[in-house]
């Protein structure tokens, strides 16, 4: 007796409709502790967000997090959830929120993953977008969090083939701004806050850039001979490589560095532009 083949559905949904979700990991514990990452997808926009987590315990605290923060962005209740059926996808308290919510849960038949194949591929395909990053920049494995929200950010942000818009646009109906893109890893100056700055000492902080801020209105910088990553808005960057994320010295007389400080300070790409990115505990969704 052979297994039937699995076929891919051709069935359109219409937004907000439907939420893949799986959990990716354990990985090398990132800097906040993390060791996994929830992937959501928004089937109809493939509109993707992926919270890092330390465990699989936070994942109902997540799940409820993000589709409130995408029925607030659609101004749509979402009908369906697809998951693996794993435990902490159908936990008491989880399918008490579903039942009051009236979010139908759809479980797949066990050892058939492809019937979630859309939040595996999401998995494999942000995965490899992170790695490429970590591999270019030659960072520690310590980073894949920051590069895994930055790929995120920027793939929400992307044309996607057979779509007329973004992700983003296509979630929000807002054209995102990308005039803030830099190259994962770069050099980075920080300049400090007013109120940090002493008559004598150096006016800027030293590091690499390593992802957005929420909201997109800020760079998040790690910084030189530590762990500490910082958020500053006004930032000079030299992006003609993104080698040797951990070299300390300055560049050279002949090295040019682009400023690229974000001064829109007006920028309405959506509540959800970077809260994938983790928090400074890595507890964000302790339960």
């Known amino acids: 007796m052979a ?47 992926a919270p890092p987590i330390k465990s699989k315990g936070m994942v109902p605290n997540v799940l409820k997090a993000r589709i409130k923060q995408l029925e607030t962005l659609t101004g749509l209740k979402l009908k369906r959830v697809r998951h693996d059926g794993a435990k902490e996808y159908v936990s008491r308290d989880l399918q008490a929120w579903y039942e009051d919510k009236g979010i139908i849960s759809e479980k797949t038949a066990p ?15 942000i995965m490899e977008r992170a790695r490429a990053a970590l591999l270019d920049a030659e960072a520690e494995e310590e980073l894949w969090a920051e590069a895994l929200s930055s790929a995120i950010h920027v793939l929400n942000r992307s044309p996607k083939t057979g779509q007329d818009v973004t992700p983003l646009e296509a979630l929000t109906g807002r054209r995102p701004d990308v005039n803030g893109f830099r190259v994962w890893g770069s ?12 008559k004598l000492e150096l006016r800027t902080d030293v590091g690499r850039f390593v992802g957005y801020t929420v909201g997109g209105k800020a760079y998040r910088i790690l910084a030189d001979g530590s762990n500490k990553v910082f958020e500053r808005r006004d930032v000079l960057m030299e992006e003609t490589s993104s080698k040797a994320i ?42």
Request: glycine share 6%; proline share 6%; hydrophobic share 30%.
């Open 187 to 198: 050099r980075a100056w920080a300049l400090k806050p007013k109120q940090q700055q002493r």
């Open 246 to 287: 951990k070299k300390t010295s300055a560049p050279g007389p002949s090295s040019r560095p682009f400023l690229t400080a974000q001064t829109n300070g007006d920028r309405k790409d959506g509540a959800i532009d970077m809260l994938d990115a983790e928090a400074p505990s890595g507890d964000e969704y302790a339960s």
């Open 3 to 49: 297994r039937s083949p699995h076929h891919r559905s051709t069935a359109t949904t219409t937004k907000c409709e439907l939420v893949h979700t799986d959990v990716h990991g354990p990985l090398t514990a990132s800097l906040g502790g993390s060791v996994y990452f929830v992937t959501l997808m928004e089937a109809a926009t493939v509109f993707i967000t």
């Open 111 to 125: 050892y058939s993953s492809q019937q979630n194949g859309k939040a595996e591929r999401a998995n494999r395909y």
